[in-house]
């Protein structure tokens, strides 16, 4: 029986990619006017987001390291002029603030939570690999902390990131629940869906797009707009 829901957060909840899309392209246009390659930007951005975040997740660096390592890279693919030791800090609270004034809820993601919400309902929360703080922050400005009291990032699990076993099973016990009785939702297809099996924890694959076949053995919706009928179907 399902007792408790953890939504993960950038891409689920939150559209973190147009978000952060809009915000590295004026970031560009900010500091380079007219620059040739400004078209590229977002797609640069994000294919530096994984590898860098993984070296922050795995303790290679510090948080404020991945964020200065990102920021060299794609200014060196994009060949303009890095920030200065001086700048780096002053540079990624400029694309920051820009990300900040630009996240937004899907449009499904408000009526599903509240359609879960509730005395007799489900456990709800968050379990999301970002900055505690920011993630928080996120939360807030989509109008969900209400219902999502509890947020959960790798920085309160004791270091345990997704798709790490530990991240699941910490994630559960901060519910108080045990994994068998939590759904995790989420639009990756290891972190969110696949890796968080091996503890017991059911999952379903959010699939946006609506264009690829979940993997064996797990439930694919294509909008929150879905999620309520499951929930109530194992419960």
């Known amino acids: 029986m399902i007792n408790g829901v953890l939504f993960d957060l950038d891409g689920t909840l939150l559209d973190h990619r147009a978000a952060a899309d809009a915000a590295i392209a004026d970031w560009l246009a900010a500091r380079f006017p007219g620059h040739p390659r400004q078209a590229e930007a977002p797609a640069l951005w994000a294919a530096l987001e994984g590898p860098y975040l993984a070296r922050w997740q795995a303790g290679e660096c510090t948080v404020q390291e991945q964020r200065h390592l990102r920021l060299r890279a794609l200014c060196r693919e994009l060949d303009v002029p890095e920030p200065g030791p001086d ?40 379990l999301t690999n970002g900055t505690q703080p920011m993630q928080e922050a996120k939360v807030r400005a989509i109008g969900l902390a209400g219902p999502l009291r509890t947020v959960l990032t790798g920085e309160v699990l004791d270091g345990h990131y997704k798709p790490s076993p530990a991240a699941y099973t ?66």
């Not at 009526?111 to 007799?120: C, I, K, N, R, T």
Request: net charge negative; hydrophobic share 55%.
């Open 87 to 126: 700048d780096l800090d002053a540079a990624y609270a400029d694309f920051a603030a820009r990300y900040r004034r630009s996240w937004t809820a899907f449009p499904d993601a408000a009526a599903a939570v509240a359609a879960l919400a509730g005395p007799s309902g489900p456990a709800l929360g968050v």
């Open 170 to 235: 910490g994630a559960a016990a901060a519910l108080g629940l045990a994994t068998e009785e939590v759904l995790l939702v989420g639009d990756d297809i290891v972190r969110d869906v696949t890796a968080p099996a091996v503890t017991g924890m059911r999952s379903v694959w959010l699939d946006r797009l609506g264009v690829e076949e979940a993997p064996a053995g797990f439930p694919r919706i294509t909008t929150l707009a879905e999620l309520p009928a499951l929930v109530a179907s194992l419960r």
